[in-house]
Nanobody, 115 residues
Framework: QVQLVESGGGLVQPGGSLRLSCAAS????????MAWYRQAPGKERELVAA???????SYRDSVKGRFAISRDNAKNTVSLQMNSLKPEDAAVYYC?????????WGKGTLVTVSS
């Protein structure tokens, strides 16, 4: 059984930074693809950033150059460094793990960007 627990959300002013972390239980982390999704009120959940088990990364266009995803296989964690935050980045951010055709989700952490 895989469990994902996100942390690091909060209130930040526009232009500020936050670092989200996701801790994964289970033994499959090192062979899993990891990703961060977000969902704003009234909108669909969208992919923000992803990292393969080999460490290859990808980002949605709106966060390129501002966000950075990373993973630590020794600690079973994936992080999302978010810089130059904008009001439109405000959402609940979810950690996602994909392995062997299975999809796991955390409960999410709220990011609010407001002055």
């Amino acid at each position: 059984q895989v469990q994902l627990v996100e942390s690091g959300g909060g209130l930040v002013q526009p232009g500020g930074s936050l670092r989200l972390s996701c801790a994964a239980s289970g033994r499959v982390f090192s062979i899993s693809a990891m990703a961060w999704y977000r969902q704003a009120p009234g909108k669909e959940r969208e992919l923000v950033a992803a990292i393969t088990r080999e460490g290859d990364t990808s980002y949605r266009d709106s966060v390129k150059g501002r966000f950075a995803i990373s993973r630590d296989n020794a600690k079973n964690t994936v992080s999302l460094q978010m810089n130059s935050l904008k009001p439109e980045d405000a959402a609940v951010y979810y950690c996602n793990l994909k392995v062997v055709g299975m999809n796991y989700w955390g409960k999410g952490t709220l990011v609010t960007v407001s002055s």
